[in-house]
Every structure is written in structure tokens, then in C-alpha cells.
């Protein structure tokens, strides 16, 4: 017979932390052995290690509106994600009032590193379309690309010319790649690369951020309860 929750008295599956009818968190209070100083032992009923995915979910999304305007308006996007996987595990505590750990918090980390990509993205974007077609200032940006391309290819082609590599086939596919990379398509595909690359760094960054926060509060709430 499943066990009742203590609020509402609905039926509560075996292993569920929290009652899905009115949301109360499923304590179970341990008696202390004969003898021994009266302190009763509170813990969570089921799993430890379950996510309430609601939860975290809404306090990724919450904290990743901030985090992702600050990383797309900003070069310190590692930072702000950092510092948001300690935010969002921090909210996700206090919405659930529940247990977290180094497994939990690395998973709504990545839930808030993904969110917040999702939100730096489409800002990059917002900026970069009000800035070329509102703001007619397409032209600044196509040169500063331009001129970051072909310092590259410069780099490249004497690096080869020190090491001896410069072969007439190595000239010819950096001369190719170089043109494809000052072309619009080329433009478009470092964009897109970039916007890959920054975005799965923002979920291995909010992803240990979190994991981190989980397990200093986990030990910080396993100290109180030793006090």
C-alpha cells in the first residue's frame, strides 16, 4: 500500500520526495535509538539524487535572462555562468526546499548553461541585426572581420615559411580557404561557429558552476545539522 502524504492525505508513490497533489515535501523522521539524546533525524523520503525538474527548470530559466544578456553583451561570459550555476542552485534550494548534491547540481547547471546560450544567442543576434540594418553599421563590422581573417592567414602562411611547409599546395588551399572566409558565406559560417563554440561553453561552465554550488551546500547543510 503506497504511504499518504501528511498534508492531503492523497496516495504518494514509494520514492517520491515531494506530493504530487499539493506539493508538500515527504519528510520522514527517524526515532532515535533507546537511550541515545532524543534528536529526531529528518530526511527526504526516496531518492536523493531525484531532480524536481519543474523546479529547476523555472529557476534556470529565471536565472538565465540575467546570465545570458551579461554574456552576450560582455567578453566575461564564463564568469557570469560561474557565478550563475551557484544562483541557480541557490534558488532551486529555496523554490524546493530540497536536498542537493555534486549530481544534482552539475544537472541544473546544465539546464541554466543551455538556457542562458539560448538567450546570449538570440541577443547577439538582436545586436547584430539593429546595428547593420538600423544602425548602417554593417560596414565596421565586415572590416574588422576582414582584418582579423587575414592576420590569421598572414600568421599562418609565415609560420609555414619558418617551419619549410610552405609547398605550393599549402600556398594554394590557404589562398582558397582565405578567400572563403572574406566571402558572406564564410562570414556566416564563423558566426555560426562561434556562436556553437561560445554556447558549449556556457553549459560546461554553468554545468561545474552548479556541481560545485550543490556539493558546498550540501556539505554546508550537513554541518548545520551536526551543530
Not at 503506497?2 to 523522521?29: I, L, M, S
Not at 541515545?36 to 527526504?44: D, T, Y
Not at 529565471?62 to 550563475?84: H, K, N, R
Request: proline share 4%.
Amino acid at each position: 500500500m503506497d504511504p499518504t502524504c501528511h498534508r492531503c492525505g492523497n496516495a504518494v508513490k514509494e520514492g517520491e520526495t515531494f506530493c504530487p497533489h499539493c506539493g508538500a515535501p515527504q519528510f520522514v523522521v527517524e526515532a532515535a535509538e533507546p537511550g541515545a539524546q532524543q534528536v529526531p533525524v529528518i530526511r527526504f523520503q526516496g531518492d536523493s539524487h531525484l531532480v524536481q525538474w519543474r523546479v529547476a527548470i523555472t529557476s534556470a530559466l529565471l536565472v538565465a535572462i540575467p546570465v545570458g544578456l551579461l554574456s552576450a553583451l560582455t567578453e566575461m561570459y564564463s564568469l557570469f555562468v560561474l557565478m550563475g550555476g551557484f544562483a541557480v542552485i541557490a534558488l532551486y534550494r529555496r523554490r524546493s526546499a530540497g536536498f542537493t548534491d555534486g549530481k544534482i547540481g552539475w544537472r541544473v547547471g546544465a539546464i541554466l548553461g543551455i538556457a542562458s546560450a539560448l538567450v546570449a544567442t538570440a541577443t547577439y543576434a538582436t545586436r547584430m541585426v539593429i546595428v547593420r540594418y538600423l544602425l548602417h553599421d554593417g560596414k565596421a563590422i565586415d572590416q574588422l572581420f576582414q582584418q582579423a581573417t587575414q592576420m590569421d592567414a598572414d600568421y599562418w602562411m609565415k609560420a609555414s615559411a619558418q617551419q619549410g611547409a610552405q609547398t605550393p599546395e599549402f600556398t594554394h588551399a590557404m589562398h582558397t580557404v582565405t578567400s572563403f572566409m572574406l566571402s558572406p558565406d564564410g562570414h556566416a559560417a564563423m558566426q555560426l561557429m562561434t556562436a556553437a563554440v561560445m554556447s558549449l561553453g556556457m553549459v560546461l561552465f554553468a554545468a561545474v558552476g552548479g556541481a560545485i554550488a550543490g556539493r558546498l551546500l550540501a556539505a554546508r547543510t550537513r554541518a548545520q545539522r551536526s551543530l
